[in-house]
């Protein structure tokens, strides 16, 4: 099916592990972005990549990064994880020109203890 | 800054009786408007959004929402939910920036529907 697949779908890290979240899209989207969700806090922008070979910073970037592999792919890496960046993750494409909407993944659940 | 409020963040209804939930965005120019929702343990489904047109916008399973532009505000409607309407329900706008398109959401607004 169509869609946005995001991996994995849980994960456990102790802090100062890193890891890379993945993220694929087989729409043909420009645009590509990460949120986290935060109980109480909606979600929130971490990164996007308004087309490839471009990313921006949202409103939470501190301690991601973020790597727009190809028109497909979209990672975003935790270099050394805080208890802070314990989340749901997801990811997330559209169009680009606003008005094609948003497609969702189904979210990474994250711990970092 | 730019921002989207709502206004409930919990909201606790019967079974039959009316909804709305209230959203407001803090942007002068041109928007897209959209209505979330998140069922327990899944992930964000679109319920209805606005681009142009009738500002009164029909989406899925009966809800509706209507869009006021001299009020900044886009309220979702349902004249009578049911228990399986307990969700999650995000309110996010559009907002074009100098590098593109992104989506910008609200706090989100947590229903309980009871028999």
């Known amino acids: 099916n169509a869609g946005v697949t995001q991996t994995p779908k849980f994960q456990v890290l102790k802090t100062g592990q890193s890891m890379t979240l993945q993220c694929a899209q087989d729409?043909?989207?420009?645009?590509m972005y990460w949120y986290r969700q935060d109980p109480g806090m909606g979600l929130r922008l971490i990164y996007y990549s308004a087309s490839e070979g471009t990313t921006d910073k949202g409103e939470v970037p501190n301690g991601y990064n973020v790597s727009r592999l190809n028109k497909r792919e979209f990672s975003l890496r935790l270099e050394s994880a805080a208890p802070s960046q314990t989340s749901v993750y997801f990811c997330a494409s559209s169009g680009g020109a606003g008005n094609y909407g948003y497609t969702f993944g189904s979210g990474t659940r994250l711990t970092v203890v | 800054a730019q921002s989207v409020s709502q206004h409930n963040h919990h909201v606790i209804l019967s079974e039959a009786a009316s909804l709305e939930l209230g959203c407001n965005y803090s942007?002068?120019?041109?928007?897209?408007l959209f209505w979330y929702v998140q069922y327990p343990g899944q992930h964000l489904q679109l319920l209805l959004k606005?681009?142009?047109?009738?500002?009164l916008v029909k989406g899925i399973k009966g809800f509706e929402a209507e869009f006021i532009k001299s009020k900044f505000s886009f309220n979702l409607r349902k004249p009578s939910v049911q228990w399986s309407d307990t969700a999650e329900y995000f309110c996010?706008?559009?907002?074009?920036?100098?590098?593109?398109?992104?989506?910008?959401f609200g706090k989100g607004t947590s229903l309980l529907v009871t028999p």
């Open positions: 606005y681009f142009s047109g009738d500002p």
């Open positions: 729409m043909n989207h420009n645009s």
């Open positions: 996010a706008v559009d907002l074009d920036s100098n590098s593109g398109y992104a989506l910008n």
């Open positions: 942007y002068g120019g041109t928007v897209n």
